[in-house]
């Protein structure tokens, strides 16, 4: 009795193959990735291999890019070279990043998917919390944080996370809501699943794609948060960071251009890549264009 | 000259510093004394060779055994509410200022201020009080009146610190905290034509570019306390502009390294010598600050009478240094460090504190000190954290204030050890000689035997080393070229502005 | 016989998708005569919209093409009107409704402006006297208390109302044409039987053609004249609905009709009704379409020719397009 | 009207929230108030410190503090600041104004312009300017707004000296009304314009995204089939509902206009809130940070209602209550 | 085909409500009452139908009836025990003896999990079998049962069409070996011509495996061919219960004789000259504020004052049962 099948059958791709090929035909993303392979590679050497000092005075003060051999991109006030400090100090401001944003993501979907799934009083006291932390402007929020409790890399992160999961808890929370609701969480409900089972199994993995992509973009965000920190001169100086380059250099700007802006280059495009990969995984993954 | 004078015309002075109110009777700080020194008058000013010159005072004379001061103002000079200055004021002042300012030792002998009339005020001495002088000039001896000030309320937090009635050439018009100062010719000032200029307008600029900027651009005429080398350069060579470090000799403001003297290892003099050593005042001065700042040897400023040339100068030395350090028994290790130290900065003035710091953290690994460098998100929590004597090392800037005994003594008197008090003896120096030295100073009036005293005091110091001095703080003032008389004594523009006028109006 | 008022020659769509370009629609050709019902019948994506909306000028572009084909309203090629003539004849000649009464209306405006928009923009009217239309024709399409739902938003309105406000905005105009897609599918069945009900009232009184597009086989039984019988963007087969419903050639009209539980079909022994006929497998994703006959891979009466060619439609008044009928009636 | 009293009522509470929030955030924190205050005046003896901690009410407990605290706001009295000896409220209320000025033009000219490029775009999905408004929105976005600003002052100090860069008015400037409107208007070009790139970026992105999201919909397509004119059917029925996602985030973006304002006004030394805040952080005049915080919060309370009413007034679906 | 006669369900006087969104700070809270008092019974092996209009509270009578969704009020009997009662362990474990089929076959299948473990899922959660080859043979064979092949076992639900989709879920819900399954619209959102196969599949697996199914619809057609007794409900009460030739030979309620004047019919042809004349009017009343009396007086052609004020209540009438006070004969 079984159906005859159409002849020239659908080649069976999964949905993240799928995803993946959209991705490889965005250019915008495809360039993102090569961007930011080339930026954690230069990282990666800058932190792991290079053994140069980014505080050493290697030169006279300010000099200008190229001025000698052996200081490309010129040297800071200090007389410390730039490009040193680009490589070292990319590892921090990635890492500031990162953790921020895996902070984000971890309390933002915890709070979000219980919201989403329980809703009702739970919904509404979580929800209340979430305004709480979202009527306050972040980045102020995030100075009296990081300034109370001293600047260190880890205080940056964690104030950065701090002021920045509401909006992660948002999206989670709308897309448990709307998934919730729909039938394969009931059809999983009807086969004698658990709660648990239920919100990690199967919304989860469901709500993922939008929540990949914030992530991704909260990067971004994280990054720039952490610049605009340092920039204000709270960012932690014992650790040479893109922010930090940025903001010690700030009020030399008149006379020397170069240690702001090459540093404020990095991570513009850092950030650049983190948010065309971000779009270029939202387009990937938003089923709209995928039907067609 | 006079005659040529064109008086008229306003004036724009950018600062950086944000005064709390404007009251320099209670407040110390540029900040304040800038505006505060225009709103009120002093009983003198201080000319640029240290000599005292009348102001509201026509004259003064010190009594031969040195325990009164007599003083007689000028005449018809009023407040800005049209309410004569009499003596009471002067008493009422000088007891304000020595219940209230944080320089204690300015008049701390002075014992009562009899007023025989309206015009004469005798000040009386419980000891020889040689810095008296210089105390009643400039900003630090504001003369209030004492109908307003003296209604009772507390004078730290009376509401006319920030509306004020002066005694100074400019009356206030507005004062928008942390923003901008507006202040007005006072028609009845006791000096007849002056001041020349119709209005000053003090603007707090957060950012420094910003104010040189506006410097350029004709938007601010004046911009004093300007201590960044490269600003100071690129404003010297901008047009029309004149850049001077005149006028900041009395301030003496000393950038220093501080040892914690009661902590291992840095309770070892020798330490504290070898990491002396370790520093190259010449290219911090050179290098660092592009030769705008100048190297300061000891701990009374250079440029005042009573600095002592012979002091050691801890010229860079590191075989010496290392030498120090293995005679103190500090062995390097596989990595070659010897020790970590930690080292503070006040915050908020790059250049001359944080640079430093940092150029200490690549510069003492050469003798085997690894170093930290602790940085303090505000002024409060490094102040905090050095009044509390939590600290190893610490870049820090304190002033002279022209006289020793305001400014110098407060740093290595024992008795000045005082918790929780920045600007004391922090470093927790005690020296008995040193003491002695500083108390017979302070009260000796003859100018050959207080110098030979202070000659020890500073031979002292220099070699133990509670502090390493390193430069003076370069302070300059950039100033539109067509403005004349610029204050040239020791105060700078923390002296009246009444006789400076535009030659030509911008 | 008279003249047709649409005639619809040789159509041809294509769209841009990504699997290169397919063709949605491959040759459609009909009439549709003055106040006659055609009925469009098809499984879902074999086409039926397009069509309604290449006559209507609305195939999205991108990713749409129409690649060939002739319209002629009236005899005039609609091609070769200017853009604005073009815009003229949406909405005043021909109309449409469609099948989501639910978005099928402008959220943000009430329903008495979007009606009077239309006739605001076809006739010349004051604004006053256009609200005063939208309200009589709000009462010619049943609507209960009419004036006070002029003012009413679409979201405070049932399917069945808004569907009614869709056909008053239909006919403002009194268009000659009246296209409606799938006008019932979304609503409940009593609410079904109202709106046909309402359609047939307005064919006869203002004498439009319509042209209903359905896959309910009960609804064209019950409103067409004709039916088109639509399959993976062609026409199979054509003919008066009693031709098609009681005597369908093409083998997907006859499962079409077999596989529908309809009432008032005998019972079997057991009480229960026959099991019901099947098409097997699915229409066939145009990308996949192949050389010859689309529906060749479900068709029970497949030879090799079917495989090879493309049958074309044939016959004139009862038209089909199927190797094995052709063969037979050949 | 009920729902805009409990729109306030709530509103109310969460400020009180947010500033018990960060009255014990700041007192729990390490460093002592009292010592910062002495600071200030130079330095100062134990027994000052006793005085001064007697003085602004730091000896009592921390709730007991709380409790005045809360009871003063109430009453409109936001404390007094340490470091000016001032009434907070008024500090704060001095600042407002060239705060609200700047995000207000900022968030104006990102929109306006956001969204007319986004509309745009919108109409030629694959065209170059849907490329271009793809890029720019990238661009815009990702660079720091501090670092677009130095960017923008070395361009427009150094190179091409046209536009003032600091402040909010000449400091010399004494004149008419008219002449003071037009000195502010031209010192307020650089920071807003610095300020907006960013959300520029954001508003034409999402307008872009809006935009084809609604031109797709079927009730454009019915608008289409009435024969309305192709301009109309995009600036009147599909502008009109592509605005509400526009809305949304608008309201959103408030408390980011703030956090943006911050640098900005830093930079360019623009004299409002934000650099008050950043000004009492550094000082710890935690009553005026306080101060700050809590009208800050309240800007974008106030922001959210707002929004929520416009939203209202656009779209007439939530607008009925007792929705069905 | 066994006609047993014991009900394997009985639901009495089941009832569900929603909490409504307070009109004000203060307002007390309101309910909408979806479900009011509904009763019916499934006899073991047969096909129970319910339809009405949309919104008339089938389905939520459906998930109330195997608790997922929570009933108000009212006892579910399955085989005796009350559903409704049981503890959240013993309902899981219950679970295996009543399944469900969705309407929409696009959202009831996770698209993130492929249809085998989609399919075994069930076995898993109710540790049916052995673990491993055991469960991979039931899958097999499960695939098999509903007309799909072995080698689309790995594919995600994406790759099926609609109809396959609905065959997986069918395969889904009968995974546990039940007794009971709940079908909600299986059909509705397909095209006839997969209808047909998905009904005649239905139909099979009735008769091979002895299924009873509680059969949702709103197509008199659709019940017509597969429900043995049919209840038709308007606004969350049952108005007509009765088996099925009864009530498509001669209804009772009016509601129901209209839901048979409106059905599709290939036999009413315009070229007949066949006019609808409809007797009902309009839309149904809103279910948040039903009028005192018969739901359906509104629309009633035969309503009479006693309609508006006085509300029937189900009682037998010839072979079924009807809730109206002026029953048609
Ligand atoms: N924008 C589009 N891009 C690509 N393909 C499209 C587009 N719109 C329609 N199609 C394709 O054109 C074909 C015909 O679509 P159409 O909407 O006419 O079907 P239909 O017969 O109306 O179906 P239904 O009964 O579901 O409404 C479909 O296969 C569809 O995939
Ligand atoms: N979660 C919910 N909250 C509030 N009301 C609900 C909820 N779910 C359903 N309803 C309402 O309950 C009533 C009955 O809904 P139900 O889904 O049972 O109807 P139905 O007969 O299955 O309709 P359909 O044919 O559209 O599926 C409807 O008016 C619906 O709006
Ligand atoms: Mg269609
Ligand atoms: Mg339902």
Redesign the pocket.
């Known amino acids: 009795m079984s159906v005859q099948e159409t002849r020239r059958a659908i080649k069976p791709v999964s949905p993240l193959r799928e995803a993946a090929q959209m991705f490889c035909r965005n250019r915008p993303a495809i360039f993102g990735t090569v961007l930011l392979s080339l930026i954690v590679a230069a990282v990666f050497y800058g932190t792991f291999i290079s053994g140069a000092d980014p505080y050493e005075i290697v030169w006279a003060p300010q000099a200008f890019p190229g001025e000698a051999e052996n200081i490309p991109l010129g040297t800071d006030y200090m007389g410390r070279d730039i490009l040193t400090g680009l490589l070292k100090g990319g590892g921090p401001t990635i890492a500031v990043g990162l953790s921020a944003a895996l902070i984000t993501v971890v309390i933002g979907i915890s709070v979000g998917a219980m919201a989403g799934y329980f809703g009702g009083w739970a919904d509404n006291a979580l929800m209340r919390f979430t305004e709480f932390f979202q009527v306050l402007p972040a980045l102020l929020f995030a100075m009296v944080l990081v300034t109370l409790f001293s600047p260190t890399l880890t205080t940056i992160a964690i104030a950065i996370g701090i002021v920045s999961w509401p909006q992660t808890a948002r999206l989670t929370r709308a897309e448990f809501l709307r998934i919730r609701?729909l039938e394969y969480v009931t059809a999983a409900r009807a086969v004698g699943a658990g709660n648990n089972r239920i919100i990690w199994r199967v919304i989860l993995p469901n709500a993922l794609p939008p929540l990949i992509v914030s992530a991704t973009l909260t990067i971004g965000v994280a990054i720039l948060f952490e610049a605009g920190l340092s920039f204000l001169g709270l960012g932690d100086p014992n650790t040479m960071s893109w922010g930090l380059m940025i903001g010690a250099n700030r009020s030399y700007l008149l006379d020397a251009w170069w240690p702001v802006t090459f540093p404020g280059l990095a991570i513009f495009l850092t950030v650049l890549a983190v948010s065309l990969i971000g779009d270029g995984l939202n387009d990937a993954f938003n089923p709209k264009l995928r039907q067609r | 000259h006079a005659q040529d004078i064109e008086p008229g015309g306003s004036v724009v002075v950018v600062s950086t510093q944000a005064p709390r109110h404007l009251n320099p009777a209670v407040q110390s700080g540029i900040a304040t004394a800038v505006p505060g020194t225009q709103i009120f008058a002093s009983l003198l000013k201080y000319d640029e060779n240290w000599q005292p010159q009348p102001y509201l005072a026509e004259s003064w004379d010190v009594a031969e055994d040195g325990l009164s001061v007599t003083i007689t103002l000028v005449e018809g000079a009023t407040f800005h509410d049209g309410e004569p200055i009499t003596s009471e004021d002067v008493r009422f002042s000088i007891m304000t200022v020595r219940d209230n300012h944080p320089f204690q030792t300015m008049f701390e002998p002075v014992s009562d201020v009899e007023t025989p009339d309206e015009r004469t005020a005798v000040i009386k001495l419980s000891k020889p009080h040689p810095a008296l002088l210089l105390a009643m000039s400039g900003a630090l001896l504001p003369i209030i009146p004492e109908h307003v000030y003296g209604d009772g309320q507390d004078v730290q937090v009376h509401p006319a610190n920030s509306a004020p009635v002066g005694s100074g050439p400019f009356r206030l018009v507005e004062f928008d905290p942390g923003r901008q100062i507006t202040l007005e010719r006072y028609e009845d000032f006791f000096i007849e034509g002056r001041p020349y200029l119709d209005r000053i307008v003090i603007r707090i600029v957060s950012d420094p570019s910003s104010m040189v900027l506006a410097l350029e651009a004709g938007e601010a005429d004046i911009l004093p306390f300007l201590t960044a080398s490269q600003d100071i350069r690129r404003l010297e060579s901008g047009e029309g502009l004149a850049v001077t470090n005149r006028g900041y000799e009395g301030i003496g403001a000393i950038n220093w390294l501080a040892f914690n003297t009661n902590k291992a290892p840095l309770d070892d003099i020798r330490v504290r010598q070898a990491i002396a050593y370790a520093i190259d005042r010449d290219f911090i001065v050179n290098a660092l600050h592009r030769g705008v700042s100048a190297p300061q040897r000891g701990p009374i400023v250079e440029s005042n009478p009573l600095f002592n040339e012979n002091v050691e100068a801890y010229d860079l030395d590191l075989e010496k240094a290392t030498a120090l350090l293995d005679e103190a028994g500090h062995a390097p290790d596989a990595n070659g460090t010897r020790f970590t130290l930690t080292v503070d900065y006040l915050p908020g003035t790059g250049e001359q504190q944080q640079n430093i710091a940092e150029y200490l953290r690549s510069q003492l690994p050469k003798i085997g000190i690894a170093v930290e460098v602790r940085a303090s998100p505000d002024f409060p929590t490094w102040s905090q954290r050095i009044s509390s004597f939590d600290f190893d090392l610490t870049m820090d800037m304190v002033f002279n204030w022209g006289d020793p005994v305001i400014g110098v003594h407060r740093t290595y008197l024992s008795s000045n050890i005082r918790e929780g008090v920045i600007w004391s003896n922090t470093q927790q120096y005690s020296n008995d000689r040193v003491d002695e030295l500083l108390e017979e100073a302070a009260v000796e009036n003859d100018p050959e035997r207080r110098k030979a005293l202070y000659d020890e005091f500073q031979t002292i110091v220099t070699d133990e080393l509670p502090v390493y001095n390193i430069n003076l703080i370069p302070y300059h003032t950039a100033y539109d070229e067509r403005l004349g008389n610029m204050p040239e004594g020791i105060w700078g523009l923390m002296q009246s502005m009444d006789e400076v006028y535009w030659i030509e109006q911008p | 016989m008279s003249e047709p008022l649409l005639k619809v020659d040789d159509l041809r769509v294509e769209f841009d998708t990504r699997h290169g370009r397919v063709t949605a629609l491959d040759g459609v050709s009909f009439d549709l005569m003055p106040a006659e019902t055609l009925g469009i019948v098809g499984e879902s994506g074999c086409g039926k919209s397009i069509t309604a909306l290449s006559l209507m000028g609305l195939i999205p572009s991108p990713p749409g093409h129409v690649t060939g084909g002739r319209i002629e309203f009236e005899g005039n090629d609609i091609a070769a009107m200017t853009k604005r003539r073009q815009r003229q004849m949406r909405g005043h000649d021909i109309a449409m409704i469609f099948q989501e009464p639910m978005t099928s209306l402008n959220p943000v405006f009430t329903i008495g402006d979007q009606i009077a928009e239309a006739i605001l923009l076809h006739q010349d009217v004051s604004r006053g006297e256009a609200r005063n239309r939208s309200i009589e024709l709000l009462k010619t399409v049943g609507m209960p208390e009419a004036e006070r739902r002029a003012r009413a938003f679409p979201h405070e309105l049932s399917g069945g109302m808004r569907q009614r406000v869709m056909i008053a905005m239909a006919i403002s105009c009194r268009p000659r044409i009246l296209i409606a897609d799938e006008p019932t599918t979304a609503l409940d069945v009593t609410v079904q039987a109202q709106i046909f009900e309402l359609m047939r009232g307005i064919q006869e009184e203002f004498g439009v053609a319509i042209m209903l597009i359905t896959h309910d086989m009960g609804a064209i039984a019950e409103m067409a004249d004709r039916v088109a019988v639509m399959y993976a963007g062609r026409i199979i087969e054509e003919g008066d609905a009693d031709e098609i419903l009681d005597n369908p050639l093409h083998p997907y009209t006859r499962g079409l009709i077999g596989c529908i539980p309809l009432l008032g079909k005998e019972a079997r022994d057991d009480g229960r009704p026959p099991k019901l006929a099947e098409i097997p497998g699915v229409v066939p994703p145009l990308h996949l379409l192949g050389q010859g006959c689309s529906f060749a891979d479900r068709c029970p009466l497949v030879h090799d020719r079917c495989h090879r060619e493309k049958p074309l439609l044939t016959g004139s008044t009862h038209c089909v397009a199927c190797h094995a009928t052709q063969m037979e009636a050949a | 009207m009920v729902y805009l009293l409990r729109r306030l009522a709530f509103g109310v509470l969460l400020l009180a929230g947010v500033v018990i929030l960060n009255f014990l955030l700041i007192r729990l924190a390490p460093g002592d108030p009292a010592a910062v205050i002495a600071g200030e005046m130079g330095g100062a003896s134990q027994e000052v410190l006793a005085s001064i901690r007697e003085r602004y009410g730091l000896d009592k407990p921390l709730l007991v503090q709380l409790g005045i605290y809360l009871s003063n706001v109430v009453r409109g009295d936001l404390g007094e600041s340490y470091f000016f000896n001032r009434p907070v409220i008024d500090l704060i209320l001095s600042r407002l104004g060239p705060t609200i000025l700047l995000v207000m033009a900022a968030q104006l000219l990102a929109i306006v312009l956001g969204v007319f490029m986004g509309v745009l775009a919108s109409l030629k999905p694959q065209g170059f300017l849907s490329g271009f408004v793809a890029v720019i929105s990238t661009v815009g976005y990702a660079a720091p707004v501090f670092w677009t600003g130095m960017m923008l002052t070395i361009l427009f100090a150094s190179i091409f000296p046209i536009l003032p860069v600091e402040g909010m008015s000449s400091a010399r400037f004494r004149g008419g009304t008219f002449d003071y409107i037009l000195n502010v208007a031209r010192h307020l070009i650089l920071p807003a314009t610095t300020l907006g790139i960013i959300f520029l970026a954001q508003y034409a992105r999402l307008a872009r995204a809006a935009m084809i999201d609604v031109l797709g919909a079927d009730y454009v397509r019915t608008a289409r089939a009435k024969g309305v004119p192709e301009s109309r059917v995009v600036f009147k029925h599909a502008l009109r509902n592509a605005v509400l996602p526009i809305l949304t985030v608008a309201g959103l973006q408030f408390g980011n206009l703030i956090s943006g304002a911050l640098l900005v006004e830093t930079v360019f030394n623009w004299p409002g809130m934000g650099r008050l805040a950043f000004d009492s952080i550094l000082r710890r005049d935690y009553p005026v940070l306080l101060g700050v915080l809590f009208f800050s919060a309240m800007m974008v309370v106030l922001a959210n209602i707002l929004t929520d009413l416009s939203y209202r007034l656009a779209d007439p679906r939530i607008n009925t209550e007792g929705r069905s | 085909m066994s006609a047993s006669t014991k009900p394997l369900l009985e639901v009495r006087d089941l009832a569900v409500r929603?909490?409504?969104p307070k009109a004000g700070l203060f307002a007390p809270k309101r309910h909408?009452h979806?479900?009011r008092g509904v009763s019916f019974a499934v006899p073991q092996g047969r096909t129970l139908g319910i339809v009405?209009?949309?919104?008339?509270?089938?389905?939520?009578?459906?998930?109330a009836a195997i608790r997922l969704?929570p009933a108000d009020g009212g006892q579910v009997l399955l085989d005796g025990r009350d559903i409704l009662k049981l503890t959240q362990d013993e309902l899981r474990r219950a679970r295996r003896d009543f399944q469900i089929v969705f309407?929409d076959p696009y959202s009831s299948l996770n698209p993130r999990e492929r249809v085998g473990s989609i399919v075994r899922e069930p076995l898993d959660l109710m540790k049916v079998g052995e673990p491993g080859e055991e469960r991979n043979e039931r899958v097999r064979e499960l695939f098999s049962l509903v007309g799909l092949r072995d080698d689309q076992i790995a594919l995600f639900p994406h790759q099926f069409s609609g109809g396959q989709r609905q065959r997986v879920s069918i395969a889904r819900a009968l995974a546990t070996n039940p007794r009971l399954v709940v079908c909600?619209?299986p059909v509705s959102a397909l095209d006839v011509a997969i209808q047909a196969q998905i009904l005649n599949l239905l139909r099979r697996l009735q008769d091979e495996l002895g299924l009873s199914y509680l059969f949702?619809s709103?197509d008199l057609g659709v019940v017509q061919f597969i429900c043995d007794e049919i209840a038709v409900?308007y606004l969350?009460r049952i108005v007509e219960y009765a088996p099925r030739a009864d009530l498509f030979r001669t209804p009772r309620h009016p509601y129901t004789a209209s839901l048979l004047a409106a059905a599709p019919s290939l036999s009413r042809r315009k070229s007949a000259g066949y006019r609808r004349v409809s007797a009902v009017r309009g839309d149904p009343p809103s279910?948040f504020n039903i009028p005192p009396g018969c739901a359906f007086a509104s629309r009633c052609p035969n309503a009479q004052t006693r309609c508006r004020e006085e509300e029937p209540v189900l009682r037998q009438f010839g072979e079924g049962r009807v809730a109206c006070h002026f029953p048609l004969d």
Do not use: W, Y
């Not at chain 5, 009405?52 to 998930?63: N, Q, R």
């Open positions: 609701n | 929603f909490e409504l909408f979806a479900v009405g209009e949309s919104g008339s509270g089938k389905t939520t009578t459906a998930m969704r309407q909600d619209e949702i709103h409900m969350g279910p």
